[in-house]
């Protein structure tokens, strides 16, 4: 079984910096990050493989956001950068058990966490 609990949302204004952090208990091949906004579709942010930590990132965020992992690989961050008020939304962090088809799709992952908030005023 795998846990996920997220932490370190919160509001910040335009251009300024979060991290997101997620404790993760259980063996994962993949972790990663989701989010969703009011109103719209849920987006993949990253993915990191847990073994090699192999980062990959949705084109939105590539370049400002970067996903990493302690060395005990117990806890997965999100160290996000100039924030833009579309960056605004619930983001989830995520887990599966195998290698996931492609990264970027939610039905991949069997575990999320309950999700932290983040809003990016103008």
């Known amino acids: 079984q795998v846990q996920l609990v997220e932490s370190g949302g919160g509001s910040v204004q335009t251009r300024g910096s979060l991290r997101l952090s997620c404790a993760v208990s259980?063996?994962?091949?993949?972790r990663g990050w989701f989010r969703q906004a009011p109103e719209k579709e849920r987006e993949w942010v990253a993915s990191i493989t847990t073994a090699f930590g192999t980062p990959y990132y949705a084109d939105s965020v590539k370049g400002r956001f970067t996903i990493s992992q302690d060395n005990a690989k117990t806890t997965l961050y999100l160290q996000m950068n100039s924030l833009r008020p579309e960056d605004t939304a619930m983001y989830y962090c995520?887990?599966?058990?195998?290698?996931?088809?492609?990264?970027?799709?939610?039905?991949?992952?069997?575990?999320w966490g309950q999700g932290t908030q983040v809003t990016v005023s103008s």
């Open positions: 259980g063996y994962t091949y993949v």
């Open positions: 995520v887990a599966t058990r195998r290698a996931p088809r492609t990264v970027d799709t939610a039905s991949e992952y069997d575990y």
